[in-house]
């Protein structure tokens, strides 16, 4: 069965907005009220 590039697209967005989503929701407690300060260097 295949699938149109649109309908592989729609998917891809799906699933990593769950994905994001799932992260946010497991690091947001952990930061508190006051957040924290990520630096990347």
């Known amino acids: ?3 149109t ?3 592989k697209t729609t ?3 799906f699933v ?3 994905e994001a989503n799932n992260w ?4 947001k407690p ?3 009220d ?3 300060v990520i630096l990347w260097e």
Request: glycine share 22%.
């Open 1 to 3: 069965m295949g699938c």
């Open 16 to 18: 990593l907005r769950e």
């Open 24 to 27: 946010w929701k497991n690091v």
């Open 34 to 36: 006051g957040g924290v």
């Open 30 to 32: 952990r930061m508190g």
């Open 11 to 13: 998917l891809g967005v």
């Open 5 to 7: 590039e649109e309908s």
